[in-house]
């Protein structure tokens, strides 16, 4: 008796394909995305710490998080101040950084989310030393 020939796609073909479509899918929308995921290192700021004696703080860096509550001053020679809104045990807590014009690569916009590395200067002021978007 005569052997029929196999029609149609092999399964495991199928499979094959639809498997490498998706990862090209998936690897280049990580690949183009616009976030960026870099994560900062150091020591997490206590932002207790900082309510009590902000100018104890100078000479260490720290990161923070926080979602930008408001530009508070711009000015193209001296950079900005921001407020953001960071989240605490004891509830929200706000806190002013200063960003030096260096920095202003960095398009920060109202109500989304940052990470800052930051170090204190005279008089307890937050500054930022890098920024990276959630």
């Known amino acids: 008796m005569p052997r029929r020939a196999s029609s149609g796609i092999s399964p495991g073909l199928l499979i094959g394909v639809v498997v490498a479509i998706a990862a090209l899918f998936f690897g280049g929308k990580m690949m183009f995305s616009g976030k960026s995921e870099k994560s900062l ?3 997490e700021l206590d932002m207790a710490t900082v309510e009590e004696n902000a100018n104890a703080l100078r000479g260490n860096e720290y990161v923070v998080e926080g979602k930008i509550d408001d530009q508070v001053l711009w000015t193209a ?58």
């Open 41 to 43: 290192s150091g020591a």
């Open 77 to 134: 020679d001296r950079g900005q101040v921001v407020s953001i809104k960071v989240d605490s045990p004891a509830g929200p807590r706000f806190l002013g950084i200063e960003i030096p014009p260096g920095l202003s690569d960095v398009n920060i916009e109202r109500e989304q989310t940052y990470a800052f590395r930051v170090s204190f200067r005279q008089g307890g002021i937050a500054v930022a030393e890098e920024i990276t978007r959630r």
